[in-house]
Every structure is written in structure tokens, then in C-alpha cells.
């Protein structure tokens, strides 16, 4: 099952696709990597679509990845003596930490550390920021505002502060727990919601121990103004924009994307766009033209992945909704601009033995017209420079550790195989020929690029290139 294109799809699997023939055609049709929300569903639910990706990997003889997104800490306003209230401009309208239903006049708001993060002048966004309330002045138990925008607000709606770096863990107990449940299916990827900060990062690493990689989501603004430390501590970014576009203005959202995908880019860091790529697709069977071009625009920026939420989960279309996906990208990457805009962006490598003797593999295989640049790393970080360099080439990623395999499938142009550790340089290129014919990825008499590290088995430590002929 070799895919002919290089950026990757990220599929949720939800009600409309939870069993095991739906999860194995969602493979065919394009999903490389399966996502499980854990803000919906049961443990016995998420363990066995486990199974069932697991079962399907066994069936197909490809490695999949897992991907398992935490819900984090969801700020809500609690309940209304009728339900739901109707806020007008310019009225006055008081946060509080009295759990008794809430009127016109006030509602209660059962997260005591947002009043003590809170200022004059501070916005609060109510319902998905459909609701916009400006801070007059605000004590420990509560919070007096002024409503800017209005509209109606009903039990439960979810509160924004997007200003603001709430003293709140990117992980509540709830995720602690779904965490520790993960572990032990044996995810791949874990996204962290809510991250504000680096030490987000680092309490989740603290738990997970090098078990599973980590994807942080950009959901808040604060984020932003940390970017780079939060990049260099996660293993890969999701830019969701959803969230996003809640605390930011919309016009925003699409400079701050290319932002962040811009920094993955140069740390060598996998990026995912998130959030609404295809939306209209969660009833219609076609997209509209508009988001056709936003899953294209995210493709010409070099990402490595781009995801279809509740399109796949709970929609009516998943599978025609992954190989849209997959149709879109293939044709955008087929674009001769494509490749003009990736040789264009092509960035500076790094003073490193590892970043030039990837950019030089990924020079001489588009001197040579080479099909094909073989990788051999135990952990993922040879690939992962070479997918770096967004080279012409395809890339078959030979790893004899089963857990790298498996979180590969997330890497722009990474086709994972697994294989026997090699012990000899001749072994290695004899073993590249060998998997690189079987793979489809080059036939007989084909020059294919070789990359690794001596000695075998250390970490990051790519330090040879080889061209070698495939003989019969």
C-alpha cells in the first residue's frame, strides 16, 4: 500500500466509522493516521477501535499510526433558572462563583482561577465567541462585565479568555486518566489541548516518558508568543484553527497558520492543520470550491498533515470525505508550482553532519533523477531531517523498531517499512536495494540514495550517504 503523494491525512474515527471494514476502507482511501477524541466516548469504546486499526495494520501489513487527542480543561458557565438568557449591548452582566442558577443578571463560572487571572479591560467570549463581554472590574469570587456583542447564551456554553495565560495545567485529572489509559493501548501520538506554555509540554513528557510522541495544540493565542520553545519541546504541532479563530479574529488566523507552519518547518518539526478543512462534507457528499482550495493552500505551504474531524467521525460521508482529501492533495502536489513553491521555501540546513548529509542526499537525488532516498534510523530522526528538505524523491523510512514505524505515518513523504537491524555497511545497502524493489519505490538497474548512521543503532547520528545501483 504505497501512497503517491507526500503530505499525510489524519482521519477521526467516531460513530460513522468504528468498525472494522469502515477503518480498513478508510485506510484504502487514504488515512494514514487514525485519531481518537477522548472528549467523546467511552475507554471500552477508544480500546477497541484500537484494536480494530490494529487488526487492520496486521491485515494490510502496514504500519499505522494512533493518534490520541486529550479533551484539556473546558471552561464553562454554569446553568440558567429558564435555561438560557438573551444578553443585550451595553448591558451589565456579572460572573460568580454562587452555584445557584444563574438570570439576566448573572450566571455562576466554577473556575476560581479565572477571576485571579482576570483585569479591567480583559475580554471573556462566550459560545464559540459568538458572545464578547469586556471586564469592568473584577474581585477572587467574581467578575463584573459589560456586554459588547450579545445574543443568547443557554446552560453550559464554553468561556474563552483569549488575552489572558490562565493558571490552569493543560491537564486535568480526566486527562491524566485518559492518558494513562492510552499508554496502555499503546498509542502512537498524543495531542495536548490547551497548551499555553512550554511547561505544558513538559508535565505531559514528565507523565508520558518517551511512550508516545507529542503533537501540542495551537489553540490560544498566549501560545504564540512562546512558539519556538513550544516547538522545540513537542514532537509535532496541530494548528487548530477552530479554537483559534474563537480567541483571535478570523483575519488573523490565516498569517498566525503560516506562522506556525513556517518555524515546524525550519526545526524540522511535523505540522498538521486541524479544524473545518472540508466541513460542508459532513452532509453533502462534494465540498465547496472554498475548502477545496484551503486543504490545497495548506499542501503549497509544506505541511506534513492535514486532519478531517467530525467529517470522518460523525459525518455521512467519511470515506468519500478521505479520498477527497486524498484527491486534492495529489492533485495540488502534481502542480508544477508545487514543486517550484517547495524548492522556493527550501530552507538553509542547520551547521550539523546530520542536516548535510541530508541536504546533499536530497541534492544528488534530484541530480540523478533518484527515485527514491532510503533512510535507516532506529528512533525516526534520520527521516525526519530528510523530510525536512521536502525533497522531489519519495522517502522509505527502514526502521527495525516496530513504535518508530508506526509514528512515522504522520511525516510529509515518509513511507515506513520495518526491517532487520543491520550490522555492516554492505548489509545496509544490500537491505535498501532489497526493500526499495519489494516497496515498488525502484526496479532493476535504478539508482536509489542511502542514508544513515554509523554506528548503528546511536541516535542522531547521520553521518553517510551512499548511491547504489539496483542489481538484479
Excluded at 487527542?69 to 449591548?89: C, H, N, S, W
Excluded at 490565516?254 to 511535523?270: D, L, V
Excluded at 514543486?339 to 536530497?362: C, G, N, Q, Y
Excluded at 533523477?369 to 522517502?395: D, K, M
Aim: charged share 25%; proline share 5%.
Amino acid at each position: 500500500m504505497r501512497r503517491f503523494r507526500k503530505a499525510k491525512i489524519v482521519a477521526t474515527l467516531g460513530p460513522s466509522s468504528s468498525s472494522l471494514e469502515k477503518i480498513e476502507e478508510l485506510f484504502k482511501a487514504g488515512a494514514d493516521v487514525f485519531r481518537l477524541n477522548f472528549s467523546h466516548g467511552s475507554h471500552e469504546d477508544h480500546e477497541e477501535r484500537v484494536r480494530m486499526i490494529r487488526e487492520v495494520e496486521k491485515n494490510i501489513k502496514r504500519p499505522i499510526a494512533i493518534m490520541m487527542d486529550l479533551q484539556g480543561p473546558k471552561l464553562r458557565v454554569g446553568t440558567f433558572a429558564e435555561g438560557k438568557i438573551d444578553l443585550k449591548p451595553n448591558q451589565k452582566f456579572r460572573f460568580d462563583l454562587n452555584p445557584e442558577p444563574g438570570n439576566s443578571e448573572r450566571v455562576y463560572l466554577p473556575h476560581p482561577e479565572i477571576f485571579s487571572a482576570l483585569k479591567p479591560e480583559t475580554d471573556l467570549l462566550l459560545d464559540d465567541g459568538k458572545i464578547r463581554l469586556k471586564v469592568l472590574s473584577c474581585e477572587k469570587d467574581n467578575a463584573e462585565t459589560l456586554v459588547i456583542n450579545g445574543g443568547e447564551l443557554s446552560n453550559r456554553k464554553g468561556v474563552n479568555v483569549p488575552s489572558v495565560i490562565l493558571p490552569i495545567s493543560a491537564l486535568t485529572e480526566k486527562d491524566k486518566k485518559d492518558l494513562n489509559f492510552g499508554l496502555g493501548l499503546g498509542v502512537d501520538w498524543i495531542a495536548l489541548s490547551f497548551v499555553q506554555k512550554p511547561e505544558d509540554i513538559q508535565e505531559a513528557k514528565n507523565i508520558i516518558q518517551g511512550k508516545a510522541k507529542i503533537i501540542a495544540k495551537l489553540e490560544k493565542p498566549m501560545a504564540i508568543q512562546c512558539l519556538e520553545e513550544i516547538i522545540k519541546l513537542a514532537d509535532a504541532i496541530m494548528v487548530a484553527r477552530g479554537d483559534l479563530g474563537v480567541e483571535m479574529m478570523p483575519e488573523e488566523v490565516p498569517s498566525i497558520q503560516k506562522k506556525i507552519i513556517r518555524a515546524c518547518r525550519f526545526a524540522g518539526k511535523p505540522v498538521v492543520v486541524a479544524t473545518q478543512m472540508l466541513d460542508s462534507m459532513i452532509y453533502s457528499p462534494s465540498p465547496t470550491r472554498a475548502e477545496a482550495s484551503d486543504v490545497a493552500v495548506a499542501i503549497y505551504d509544506g505541511v506534513d498533515a492535514v486532519m478531517l474531524s467530525a467529517e470522518s467521525a460523525s459525518g455521512q460521508y467519511p470515506v468519500e470525505a478521505v479520498e477527497m482529501m486524498d484527491r486534492i492533495i495529489s492533485k495540488t502536489e502534481q502542480d508544477p508550482v508545487y514543486r517550484e513553491m517547495m524548492d522556493s521555501s527550501h530552507l538553509t540546513p542547520l551547521k550539523t553532519v546530520a542536516d548535510a548529509i541530508t541536504a546533499s542526499a536530497r541534492q544528488v537525488a534530484h541530480i540523478i533523477n533518484a527515485g527514491v532516498i532510503v533512510t535507516f534510523s532506529e528512533t525516526g530522526s534520520t527521516t525526519l531531517r530528510a523530510a525536512r528538505e521536502r525533497p522531489e524523491s519519495s522517502i522509505l523510512a527502514l526502521t527495525p523498531n516496530l513504535d518508530t514505524a508506526r509514528f512515522l505515518p504522520l511525516v510529509w513523504g515518509a513511507h515506513a517499512a520495518l526491517t532487520e537491524k543491520v550490522h555492516s555497511f554492505s548489509q545496509m545497502v544490500e537491505t535498501a536495494c532489497r526493500i526499495a524493489v519489494a516497496e515498488k519505490f525502484a526496479v532493476h538497474n535504478d539508482q536509489i540514495i542511502v542514508t544513515a548512521g554509523v554506528p548503528f543503532g546511536a541516535s542522531g547520528g547521520t553521518n553517510i550517504l551512499r548511491v547504489a545501483r539496483i542489481e538484479e
